[in-house]
T-cell receptor, first 117, second 111 residues
């Protein structure tokens, strides 16, 4: 089946620094990718929709200047958490669906656990 | 997209069938029912989806009522590795829209 890979799987960073998370669709093209955040014992919350070659669309309450999204190719989207603070510590997950296959399943990466100290 | 309602938790004995219910009484004609599961500290895993007919694959069966207002995911022979949070999601098939997750059902398979 289709594979979505995230890197890194986990990262620890100091408060005030920036962290970049990569999301790759390994065997299919994805014009659109989605970024989610999950806090402990809670469900996944959609943060933003990443569109190849254009600006991302952010959900209400998500700061676009803090969570920078770049979708430079049909197989790669990146999420950069800028000036990270301890409250940004969370499990970040990306998702992608094959371009043109709108009715089909979406595939998820394995997630990136970010800890800000 | 229509909202779904699932029980917060369920237990199932190993080797028995696990039947996970989902209510989606406001589902509209162009919305599919999707099921995903999330094992602790991993990304969600796709299980199955359907529009109005019952569906079966190597992982599970999906039974959708005739009025489409509810569905049941069936894991025919649950194993300990099926312990996870199961999410029932309703999504329009028009456009590349995201999946919106509810709270799901925490299934515990017990030896």
């Amino acid at each position: 089946g289709a594979v979505v890979s995230q890197h890194p799987s986990w990262v620890i960073c100091k408060s005030g620094t920036s962290v970049k998370i990569e999301c790759r669709s390994l065997d299919f093209q994805a014009t659109t990718m989605f970024w989610y955040r999950q806090f402990p014992k809670q469900s996944l919350m959609l943060m933003a929709t990443s569109n190849e070659g254009s600006k991302a669309t952010y959900e209400q309450g998500v700061e676009k200047d803090k969570f920078l999204i770049n979708h430079a190719s049909l197989t790669l989207s990146t999420l950069t958490v800028t000036s990270a603070h301890p409250e940004d510590s969370s499990f970040y997950i990306c998702s992608a669906r094959r371009t043109g296959w709108d009715n089909t399943e979406a595939f998820f990466g394995q997630g990136t656990r970010l800890t800000v100290v | 997209d229509a909202k779904t309602t699932q029980p917060p938790s369920m237990d199932c004995a190993e080797g028995r069938a696990a039947n996970l219910p989902c209510n989606h009484s406001t589902i509209s004609g162009n919305e599919y029912v999707y099921w995903y599961r999330q094992i602790h500290s991993q990304g969600p895993q796709y299980i199955i989806h359907g529009l109005k007919n019952n569906e079966t694959n190597e992982m599970a069966s999906l039974i959708i009522t005739e009025d489409r207002k509810s569905s049941t995911l069936i894991l025919p022979h649950a194993t300990l590795r099926d312990t996870a949070v199961y999410y029932c999601i309703v999504r329009s098939y028009s456009g590349n829209t995201p999946l919106v997750f509810g709270k799901g059902t925490r299934l515990s398979v017990i030896a």
